[in-house]
T-cell receptor
Framework: DQQVKQNSPSLSVQEGRISILNCDYT??????FLWYKKYPAEGPTFLIS?????DKNEDGRFTVFLNKSAKHLSLHIVPSQPGDSAVYFC?????????????FGRGTSLIVHP | EAQVTQNPRYLITVTGKKLTVTCSQN?????MSWYRQDPGLGLRQIYY???????DKGDVPEGYKVSRKEKRNFPLILESPSPNQTSLYFC?????????????FGEGSRLTVL
């Protein structure tokens, strides 16, 4: 049973527009959430994270929103650029004093068209 | 340069021929982990290690072994590889378990078992 779900395997967006990638989780004990970005032939790289005590974290063009009551988080990329084309993995972890074993979603492939 | 190094990057082998994928990190990280990435299944954890001599099973440990004799190294051992272990493997490390921090990934090892 998947604890972290990314229900959209792929997303196609025009350059300059907003990309919204969604992630749902089932374990209400998760208290730390991360997004990773993966290009072909490379390992995933950390993009942005958010603690459960916050509902928003922003880093440049990337913003992550957390809705704890809905067990939902989203990654917004504004404006989207062709270089953002990659697979994005959502991950959730029991971070605060726990064993921190992140659980990953299956990923969403984002394609940004010029 | 801070990095996680995996070897080999590509390997084709035959069923039953023991192999080891090495992983080394130069960041003095306590936590290390192995993942496999398969189409439609995302990143699934195989084994992880909280520190030297401490290892534990992840979600898909069958057919794999690991060891953590030194802090920097975390090899993945396939004693008798089978075709269903054909996959893309990633090693990752983090400063410590429980810090909720980001994982640093290696570039991946693509394994084909014939």
């Amino acid at each position: 049973d998947q604890q972290v779900k990314q229900n959209s395997p792929s997303l196609s967006v025009q350059e300059g527009r907003i990309s919204i990638l969604n992630c749902d989780y089932t374990n209400s004990m998760f208290d730390y959430f991360l997004w990773y970005k993966k290009y072909p032939a490379e390992g995933p790289t950390f993009l942005i994270s958010i603690s459960s005590i916050k509902d928003k974290n922003e880093d440049g063009r990337f913003t992550v929103f957390l809705n704890k009551s809905a067990k939902h988080l989203s990654l917004h990329i504004v404006p989207s650029q062709p270089g953002d084309s990659a697979v994005y993995f959502c991950a959730a972890a029991l971070g605060s004093g726990g064993s921190y074993i992140p659980t990953f979603g299956r990923g969403t492939s984002l394609i940004v068209h010029p | 340069e801070a990095q996680v190094t995996q070897n080999p990057r590509y390997l084709i082998t035959v069923t039953g021929k023991k192999l080891t994928v090495t992983c080394s990190q130069n960041m003095n990280h306590e936590y290390m982990s192995w993942y496999r990435q398969d189409p439609g299944l995302g990143l699934r954890q195989i084994y992880y290690s909280m520190n030297v001599e401490v290892t534990d099973k992840g979600d898909v440990p069958e057919g794999y072994k690991v060891s953590r004799k030194e802090k920097r190294n975390f090899p993945l051992i396939l004693e008798s590889p089978s075709p269903n272990q054909t996959s893309l493997y990633f090693c990752a490390s983090s400063l410590e378990a429980g810090d909720g921090g980001e994982l640093f990934f290696g570039e991946g090892s693509r394994l084909t078992v014939l």
